[in-house]
C-alpha cells in the first residue's frame, strides 16, 4: 500500500511517499481502507519530534511510528477476532492517538474501541476532520467546563480544529454568546460559522479588554494563569485544551489553590479519545454541527497538508483524501 513514512524527526522535509506492507488486522482490530485523514497538532508533533514529551511515546530517538495521521474515515475491509459488532464494509470514523497513528496511508488496523460507525450523510472529509478536535472541544466545554445554556463563552485559538467545532457543540448547548480569539484572517470565516465577537489575538489581548466570560476555552495556552483569571466572571472557568508546556504546568500546579482562594476554575483537559463521538453523531444528523475543512489535500501531497498547519494558515480543518474520498 501506499503510505506517508516517517524517517526521522525534524521537519515534513522528513516524509517520504513510499510503498509499505499492508497491515493485517490482530484480535479486537479491523483492517480499514482510509477514504480520508486529518491533520492534528499531535502529528505534527510527531513530525518534528517537539515537544520532547512525544519521544515518550512515539520513539525516543527515532520514530517507531512511523506512519502520521491521528484522524481516520474509512470502510472496514477485513476483521480480526473478537471485533463485535463491526462487520466488513462498514463505515467508520475515529481517533487513533492511543492506538499507533497510521492515517496517512490506503489502509490502517485499528481497534474497534477507537472507532464509531459513521452517520450514512457525513461525507469522508467531514468524517475525517471530527473525531479528535471534537472530542477536544466536546470534553472541554461539557464535562470540564460544563457549559451551561446561557453562559458567554470565550474561545481562544478559535479558527482551528477545536475552536470551529467547539463553537458549534456550544451553539448546541445553548450558550448566549460566543467570543472568538484568532488571527484576522479567520476572522471573516468565524463570523459566518456563527461567532458573536472576534478577536484578533495579533492586535488586541482579550485578557486586557475588560469582558468577563463565564468558560473560556483554550487550545493555545500562552500566558500566566492570573491573565486568565482576570477575564472570568465570579464562579467562571478557564480550560485549557493545550499549549506552553511551562504555562500548563502552572495551571497543574496552581488550580486547586486559585479554587480555594478565588472560587474559579482553572483545568487542563485530558483528552480521552473517541469519548463522546455518538454525541457529534446526533448534532450531525440533526444538522448542528458542520465541519469547516482546509483542502482537502491528496495522500501524495500530505507533506503540503502537514506543512500547512504547521504554518498556522490553516482555516478549520486541513483533510487529506487517501483512496477514493468525496471532495
Ligand atoms: N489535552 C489533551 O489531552 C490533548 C490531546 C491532544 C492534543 N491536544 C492539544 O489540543 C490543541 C489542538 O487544538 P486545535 O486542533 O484547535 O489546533 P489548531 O487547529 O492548530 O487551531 C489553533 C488555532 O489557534 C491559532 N493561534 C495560534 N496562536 C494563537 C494565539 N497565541 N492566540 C490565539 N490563537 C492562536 C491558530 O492560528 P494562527 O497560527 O494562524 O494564528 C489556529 O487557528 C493543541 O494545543 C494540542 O496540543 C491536547
Known amino acids: 500500500m501506499k503510505a506517508i513514512v516517517l524517517t526521522r524527526y525534524g521537519s515534513p522535509d522528513n516524509l517520504q511517499f513510499a510503498e509499505v506492507e499492508t497491515p493485517v488486522p490482530k484480535d479486537g482490530e479491523v483492517l480499514v481502507r482510509v477514504e480520508a485523514a486529518s491533520v492534528n497538532d499531535w502529528d505534527w508533533c510527531l513530525v518534528r519530534g517537539k515537544p520532547f514529551y512525544i519521544r515518550l511515546f512515539c520513539g525516543l530517538f527515532k520514530p517507531k511510528v512511523r506512519i502520521p495521521g491521528v484522524d481516520i474515515a474509512g470502510r472496514v475491509v477485513a476483521i480480526g477476532r473478537g471485533t463485535g459488532e463491526f462487520q466488513i464494509g462498514d463505515s467508520v470514523y475515529g481517533d487513533l492517538s492511543e ?28 468524517a475525517a476532520s471530527i473525531p479528535h478536535a471534537a472530542m477536544l472541544a466536546l470534553q472541554g466545554l461539557r464535562e470540564l467546563g460544563k457549559l451551561q445554556p446561557g453562559q458567554k463563552l470565550l474561545i481562544n485559538g478559535a479558527g482551528g480544529g477545536v475552536g470551529t467545532l467547539g463553537l458549534q457543540i456550544a451553539r448546541a448547548i445553548g450558550v448566549a454568546e460566543v467570543t472568538g480569539v484568532d488571527s484576522s484572517s479567520k476572522a471573516e470565516m468565524m463570523r459566518r460559522i456563527g461567532f458573536d465577537q472576534t478577536i484578533d489575538y495579533r492586535e488586541d489581548d482579550f485578557t486586557d479588554l475588560g469582558d468577563c466570560y463565564d468558560l473560556i476555552l483554550d487550545p493555545k495556552t500562552d500566558r500566566s494563569v492570573f491573565r486568565y483569571l482576570r477575564a472570568l466572571n465570579p464562579k467562571g472557568s478557564y480550560v485549557t485544551v493545550g499549549g506552553l508546556t511551562g504555562r500548563l504546568l502552572q495551571i497543574f500546579s496552581l488550580s486547586s489553590l486559585v479554587r480555594r482562594i478565588t472560587g474559579k476554575q482553572v483545568r487542563i483537559l485530558a483528552l480521552k479519545p473517541n469519548q463522546g463521538l455518538d454525541y457529534i453523531n446526533e448534532l450531525f444528523e440533526a444538522g448542528k454541527l458542520k465541519p469547516v475543512i482546509d483542502g482537502p489535500f491528496e495522500l501524495a501531497d500530505a507533506v503540503d497538508a502537514l506543512k500547512r498547519f504547521g504554518a498556522g494558515k490553516h482555516i478549520g480543518k486541513v483533510v487529506v483524501t487517501v483512496n477514493s474520498g468525496d471532495g
Open 99 to 126: 492506538c499507533g497513528f497510521g492515517g496517512f496511508a490506503e489502509y490502517v488496523c485499528a481497534p474497534v474501541t477507537a472507532l464509531a460507525l459513521k452517520p450514512e450523510n457525513m461525507t469522508w472529509t467531514e
